[in-house]
Every structure is written in C-alpha cells, then in structure tokens.
T-cell receptor
Framework: GQSLEQPSEVTAVEGAIVQINCTYQ??????LSWYQQHDGGAPTFLSYNALDGLEETGRFSSFLSRSDSYGYLLLQELQMKDSASYFC????????????WGAGTKLIIKP | NAGVTQTPKFQVLKTGQSMTLQCAQDMNHNSMYWYRQDPGMGLRLIYY???????DKGEVPNGYNVSRLNKREFSLRLESAAPSQTSVYFCAIAGQANEKLFFGSGTQLSVL
C-alpha cells in the first residue's frame, strides 16, 4: 500500500529557515505536492514536483528525490503568517492517480 | 477559496438523518472531488468526478453517494448519517493538469 511520513510538529523562530520532510512509499509514484492549511481554513496549493530537484517559488522551495522516495518543503525568512499545517501529498498509479495525503506537519513560529 | 462554493458551512445531524452537501465552481474545471478531514489526519478522498457524467470511488466511499449534476456542480449525500461521519468535508476542483487543487471553504458536520 501507500504511506507518507512527515513530522507532526516543527517549531522555528521568525526570520529563520525551516525544512519539513516527507518520505513516501508507493507502488507507482507520479508526483509530490505540498499544501498549506491555516487553522479553520482550507488547504491551498504550494508546489508540485514530478522530477528530481528543487523548485523555487518566492520564499518557499520544494525538493524531490525519486530514488530516495523523499521530498522536503523549505520555508525561508519565516513570518508569523507562515504558522500553519503543511501537507505533502503523493499522486500514485495505485490510487488511480488521485492524491494520497500525509497527516500534516504543524509549523509553530516563535517571535 | 475563490471559485469553489460549498454549502452549508456547518451542520448538525442526528444519527440516521440524511443530508446533501453542495459544491459549485465557476472556474470551468473538469475534475471535482469530495474529501473528508479528521483531526490529526490528512485528507481522505471520498469520491471524485473526472468529468461531467462520470464519478468514481475514492479511498473512503462507504456511506456516501455523489451526483455530478453538470460541469459546475458536484453534490455529496449522506443517506443515513452515523457518528463516524463527523468530520470536516472539503470540495475541490482541478483543471487539465490535475496538479493544482482548489478547495472550497469546507463544511463542518457533526453527527450526534
């Protein structure tokens, strides 16, 4: 079956850099997505990686290594508004190419 | 949440009652989805519709039915609600590439 692992909680300081890791086990990997969700809100799309390497979008970057079944989300110059939960999600052939979601990482930012 | 409208935002049901969650989009996207999110868990796919006229089961379809009424609207029905269906429900849409999902604001459902 498919499974994703990400830390349940990460704490960082405002202005710092934080990395949220995601490891996955799938039988037909297609791509890795990241979503942000504020408390009480809906998930919003951050990034998608289908190929190895780093994708950068402003303060956020996402990395994928298909050979290691591993990816991460890198957040730079942390701001208090970045306090949220971050979900990795895998698109997989075994799930008919629908997203399988991790349990989420709660990012706590301290001033 | 622009472009995806979900109703209602909150609902309390008694066990055995039925209800329909509505979702409408104005982004002209083909794919529509219904997810549920339970505390401390990621989203789980209930049903999806890749295009008007088609629906498919997701990871947790039991106890639910769906209707893709037209390209804009995708409804989720609970025929006989159970306490295990207490959750937050999200409708989502995706365009051609399917890589970016847009979510509605969610429905908080409690079944007593």
């Amino acid at each position: 079956g498919q499974s994703l692992e990400q830390p349940s909680e990460v704490t960082a300081v405002e202005g710092a850099i934080v990395q949220i890791n995601c490891t996955y086990q799938t039988s037909g990997f297609y791509g890795l997505s990241w979503y942000q969700q504020h408390d009480g809100g809906a998930p919003t799309f951050l990034s998608y990686n289908a190929l190895d390497g780093l994708e950068e979008t402003g303060r956020f970057s996402s990395f994928l290594s298909r050979s290691d079944s591993y990816g991460y989300l890198l957040l730079q110059e942390l701001q208090m508004k970045d306090s949220a939960s971050y979900f990795c999600a895998v698109r997989d052939r075994a799930s008919n190419y629908q997203l399988i979601w991790g349990a989420g990482t709660k990012l706590i930012i301290k001033p | 949440n622009a472009g995806v409208t979900q109703t209602p935002k909150f609902q309390v049901l008694k066990t055995g009652q039925s209800m329909t969650l509505q979702c409408a989009q104005d982004m002209n996207h083909n794919s529509m989805y219904w997810y549920r999110q339970d505390p401390g868990m990621g989203l789980r796919l209930i049903y999806y519709s890749a295009s008007e006229g088609t629906t498919d089961k997701g990871e947790v379809p039991n106890g639910y039915n769906v209707s893709r009424l037209n390209k804009r609207e995708f409804s989720l029905r609970l025929e006989s609600a159970a306490p295990s269906q207490t959750s937050v429900y999200f409708c989502a849409i995706a365009g051609q590439a399917n890589e970016k999902l847009f979510f509605g604001s969610g429905t908080q459902l409690s079944v007593l």
